[in-house]
C-alpha cells in the first residue's frame, strides 16, 4: 500500500483545512485508516482513526473538532479539521494497518504502512 497525504497549509487560529490521504496498492477497504501528527521536538501522537466498518475514534483534544472518513470507491481517506488552534501545528501523517485490535488503534507503532506528512500550520 502507499499512502499520499496533501491538504496541509497555512491557517489562522479557528480556520478549518481538509486533509487528503490517497491509498494505491492493496485493496484499501481491508485497513484501518488513521491520522498522527508530530510536532517539532515531540513524540508522534494519535489524533483519529477510521476502521472499514466505518467506526471512528479520536483523540480528546481533536474530539468535536475533527472528522474522519474515507472513501472506499476513491480509496481515499480524509480528515476535516475545524476550529484549528495553534497547538494543533504539526506534520501530519496518514498511516494504514491490516490487523490491529481496538486496545492498539491509538498506537503508531501498530501501522504497517505510511504517508510522506503534510505540513499544517496555525498561526494565533
Known amino acids: 500500500v502507499q499512502l499520499q497525504a496533501s491538504g496541509g497549509g497555512l491557517v489562522q487560529a479557528g480556520g478549518s483545512l481538509r486533509l487528503s490521504c490517497a491509498a494505491s496498492g492493496r485493496t484499501f477497504s481491508a485497513n484501518t485508516m488513521g491520522w498522527f501528527r508530530q510536532a517539532p521536538g515531540k513524540e508522534r501522537e494519535f489524533v483519529a482513526a477510521?476502521?472499514?466498518?466505518?467506526?471512528?475514534y479520536y483523540a480528546d483534544s481533536v474530539k468535536g473538532r475533527f472528522t474522519i472518513s474515507r472513501d472506499n470507491t476513491k480509496n481515499t481517506v480524509y480528515l476535516q479539521m475545524n476550529s484549528l488552534k495553534p497547538e494543533d501545528t504539526a506534520t501530519y501523517y496518514c498511516?494504514?494497518?491490516?490487523?490491529?485490535?481496538?486496545?492498539?488503534?491509538?498506537?503508531?507503532?501498530?501501522?504497517?504502512?505510511w504517508g510522506q506528512g503534510t505540513q499544517v500550520t496555525v498561526s494565533s
Open positions: 477510521v476502521r472499514s466498518s466505518g467506526n471512528t
Open positions: 498511516a494504514a494497518a491490516w490487523s490491529i485490535v481496538l486496545s492498539e488503534i491509538r498506537n503508531y507503532e501498530q501501522y504497517d504502512y
